[in-house]
């Protein structure tokens, strides 16, 4: 069996910056196994699959996304990079893809030169005792705030000092979960980096997902429902974000990089 797999840098517009997704579509799901030996081939921070709904659905895909080494319920940059690619190299008509996922209906349109995605709204909440080795694992002798949904979120103090941390990833993999620092931004509303060497990803190049937790976050920090953030990674992104309640609205530009082909046995 013969299939394609494209490339795409999310949440930049220059390529080699942003996030990479391989993004495959299929016309039915492959074994679950072999999409995850797939993303390990690749060993991006997420390979993404999609096949079309059946004909009665109210979506219009089904989508799912894998690390190099677990299957996760939601990711923004993959996510992103798969409506690009229906948009601008499959000849996807509508200006509105509607995702089946394992976080629910995420609809995605076409905004001009982004692509703007409705994402769920995840509040997190103060967490009382700081997780065994969190600090030692980030290299931090102190913060602002302790909170989590789906992931930890470290406040800090300043924009510095989530640009100069400096994670001890054996320690990040001990410690079990993903982890999010973030602060206000000197010239966004806020930055973020994002950790997850519990799912084979030290460092996450650009996290949409993350954003379903920071946008309300910084929105009541901020008293502001529209936000513009960057991600402070390596590569760098950015994200123009707004919260609508129990949702979260997240946009950004792509930078198509291949296209390729590969064989599997049937």
Not at 24 to 40: E, G, I, K, R, Y
Not at 90 to 111: A, D
Request: with cysteine; proline share 5%.
């Amino acid at each position: 069996m013969k299939l394609e797999i494209y490339q795409v840098d999310a949440f930049t517009d220059k390529l080699f910056g942003g996030n990479p997704a391989a993004v495959v579509p299929l016309n039915s799901w492959l074994p679950d196994d072999t999409m995850q030996q797939l993303a390990l081939e690749n060993n991006l921070s997420e390979t993404v699959f999609f096949v079309p709904g059946p004909g009665d659905a109210d979506y219009d895909f089904d989508i799912r996304w894998f690390t190099p080494d677990i299957e996760v319920n939601l990711c923004g940059h993959a996510t992103l990079a798969s409506a690009f690619i229906l948009f601008n190299k499959l000849h996807y008509q509508n200006e509105s893809i509607r995702f089946n996922s394992k976080s629910g209906i995420l609809t995605v349109n076409r905004t001009g030169d982004k692509i703007k995605m409705d994402f769920p709204s995840w509040s997190p909440s103060v967490l009382h005792e700081v997780p065994p080795l969190l600090l030692h694992a980030l290299g931090i002798k102190s913060f602002q705030g302790l909170f989590q949904y789906r992931d930890l979120l470290v406040e800090l103090g300043s924009e510095d000092d989530v640009k100069h941390c400096d994670p001890d990833f054996n320690l990040m993999k001990k410690l079990g979960a993903k982890v999010i620092i973030s602060a206000p931004g000197k010239d966004c509303d806020f930055v973020s980096r994002f950790f997850a060497s519990e799912a084979g990803i030290n460092e996450d190049p650009v996290t949409g997902s993350a954003h379903s937790q920071l946008i309300p976050f910084w929105s009541q920090r901020l008293n502001k429902k529209v936000l513009y953030a960057r991600q402070l990674s390596k590569r760098g992104g950015e994200l123009w974000c707004e919260a609508l309640g129990d949702r979260v609205t997240i946009s950004g530009r792509c930078v198509f990089y291949m296209k390729g082909e590969f064989g599997i046995q049937d």
